[in-house]
């Protein structure tokens, strides 16, 4: 892998991501990078993971459903009922079959940066708050204060945009996917224990 991959790679979305997805797109791939370096984490799968982390999400929302159907993807009753989530999951099986990518530490970061889950590895916290926070988001509530925590404590940051997200849901009483639940009890039991240390 290289940069003229990453190009090559970016050229191909282009043609598949509508116009403001594309924009996201390269907003959440640089944000990713900046995080890395941050984080002394490496570089190149930032990139490669945040350039790639929506190469699903245009597709239509019934082929979604037949596309993880055929590949044996398991789908939630939840996805079922809201099907464009299933693009995390779909997106780390495009990123494998058709661009190739077969580092699991990308691809988990794919499948999991809509949702969140217990555990993640570094790159999967930066691909989860990088597309939470990139330049052109801007109606999250304590947006300044999650960009801020983006560069000094990923686990807290997880923690924030993970109960801000539960909140969210909460007031619009919409259906909440377990897994984001899952993810919040773990950050949760990790920020409590910061706090109640310091």
């Known amino acids: ?4 991959d990453l190009e090559k790679y970016n050229k191909r979305l282009k043609k598949f991501l509508d116009e403001n997805r594309y924009y996201h797109t390269q ?3 640089y944000t990713a990078v900046a995080m890395a370096m941050a984080h002394g984490t490496d570089l190149y799968k930032a990139e490669l993971a945040g350039l790639l982390h929506d190469c699903a999400k245009n597709i239509p929302d019934d082929k979604k459903i037949k596309l993880c159907r055929k590949h044996d993807i398991p789908i939630t009753e939840i996805e079922l009922s809201s099907p464009y ?3 995390s999951k779909l997106g780390a099986y495009v990123a494998e079959a058709k661009y190739d990518i077969h580092d699991e530490d990308v691809l988990d ?3 999991n940066h809509t949702t969140g889950k217990p555990e993640m ?3 999967s916290q930066i691909i989860f708050i990088a597309d939470y ?3 052109r988001r801007d109606k999250a509530p304590n ?3 999650v960009r801020r925590m983006a560069f000094l404590d990923l686990d807290e940051c997880c923690y924030i945009i993970l109960r801000d997200t539960l909140n969210y849901l909460k007031t619009k009483n919409a259906k909440i996917d377990s897994m984001t639940e899952e993810a919040y009890n773990f950050y949760n039991g990790i920020h409590c224990k910061k706090y109640q240390t310091e």
């Open 85 to 87: 989530l299933l693009h």
């Open 27 to 29: 907003g959440v791939r």
């Open 1 to 4: 892998m290289s940069r003229a």
């Open 143 to 145: 947006l300044s204060e």
């Open 121 to 123: 590895t570094p790159l």
């Open 109 to 111: 970061a794919i499948r």
């Open 133 to 135: 926070i990139e330049p």
